[in-house]
């Protein structure tokens, strides 16, 4: 099934943000696709983001739902936003096993302030079978990119 692409200019905006981000960096995590209100995030499975049963830590995939949901969004927004999490909520299904994780970030209702994603998470094997390991949904907020570079926390 081929997937609708964003721009070119949306694209190149979501990854040089998407860089900026040292948690995902850390992680290993990398952009998989970037569509008009979709993103999809794949994240290796290493020994360096499991748990102690070997499975990917409930962190790893809670983070890379939160940003595929969070890129989502960007997507329908102009250059001059950005935006942040308000809130969030997943469900952990499964054990997150495979040999990769699939976050998939996709907009359910968009909003001048406020948007609202569903978050997907897989497990995928080298065979390529997928298995949902987690869901959710997430609140963000968009901000003027010149407010993004002061003081958020007060």
């Keep these: 099934m081929r997937q609708e692409q964003a721009g070119p200019e949306v694209r190149k905006r979501v990854r040089d943000s998407f860089e900026r981000q040292g948690l995902m960096s850390h992680l290993g995590a990398r952009l998989a696709h970037i569509g008009p209100g979709r993103v999809h995030i794949v994240l290796p499975a290493r020994p360096e983001v499991t748990q102690q ?33 308000v809130e969030y909520k997943i469900n952990l299904l499964s054990p997150a096993a495979g040999d990769r994780l699939e976050a998939i970030g996709t907009v359910l209702k968009p909003g001048r302030t406020l948007t609202v994603c569903g978050l997907e998470v897989y497990g995928v094997r ?29």
């Excluded at 990917?56 to 942040?84: M, P």
């Design 53 to 85: 049963h070997g499975y990917v830590h409930a962190g790893a995939t809670s983070a890379i739902a939160d940003s595929a949901g969070g890129y989502a969004a960007l997507t329908l927004f102009d250059e001059g936003s950005e935006v942040l999490t």
């Design 126 to 154: 080298a065979d390529g079978a997928r298995k949902l390991v987690a869901n959710g949904q997430q609140t963000l907020i968009r901000v003027d990119r010149a407010a993004d570079r002061g003081d958020l926390h007060g």
